[in-house]
Each structure stands twice: as structure tokens, then as C-alpha cells.
């Protein structure tokens, strides 16, 4: 049977605009492992508006659990900061040749 590539237990990386914003406040909050109740106390919403939140993060994720989420959101981490790091590269790289340095 064809994964498309992804080994078990290896969700694959989403593209993560399809999350509306409050999906990924509640993705942060479960990456940093709180539970339904510290979720909609953090975010002041119900809790099961989290729970609801939660399963469609599940399915836009293309996930099974809440461990999943946690760690294909934790991805979300690492892309930020390398897109930062790539961003700070080119200025200063940029910066260089204007000033005419190496």
C-alpha cells in the first residue's frame, strides 16, 4: 500500500495557512502540552470549543491524535524560525554588498 511517502507514525507537513488563527492559538497551546481545560481557560474560550477545534485541526492536519498535532504543530516552530534565520541571511548579505565587504 502506497503512504505517499510519509512512514508510519511520521505525519506529513501541512500547509499550515489552511488553519484559521484561532486553530493555531489552540495548536501552540497543545505543543505546549495543555490540556482541554488550560487550552479554553489560556484562550477564554468553552472547552468544548477546544475539543471541536482539536478534531478540526486533527483533519486538516491529516492526523490521527493529539500527539500527532503536537508534533506536526511543532514543525510550525521550526519553519518560522528558519524562514527568520534565511530572512536575516539575505540582509546581511545584502548589506555586505552595498557596503562592498565580503
Do not use: W, Y
Not at 3 to 10: L, Q, T, W
Not at 70 to 87: K, P, Y
Amino acid at each position: 500500500m502506497d503512504d505517499g511517502g510519509v512512514h508510519a507514525g511520521e505525519p506529513e507537513v501541512p500547509d499550515f495557512s489552511i488553519l484559521t488563527p484561532t486553530q493555531i492559538k489552540v495548536l501552540r497551546c497543545v505543543c505546549s502540552g495543555l490540556s482541554n481545560r488550560q487550552i479554553a481557560q489560556e484562550l477564554g474560550i468553552a472547552e468544548g470549543t477546544v475539543k471541536v477545534h482539536i478534531s478540526a485541526l486533527m483533519r486538516r492536519l491529516k492526523v490521527r491524535n493529539r500527539t500527532q498535532v503536537a508534533i506536526v504543530g511543532s514543525r510550525i516552530g521550526s519553519a518560522d524560525r528558519r524562514h527568520r534565520f534565511e530572512a536575516r541571511e539575505g540582509i546581511s548579505s545584502a548589506i555586505e554588498q552595498a557596503d562592498g565587504t565580503p
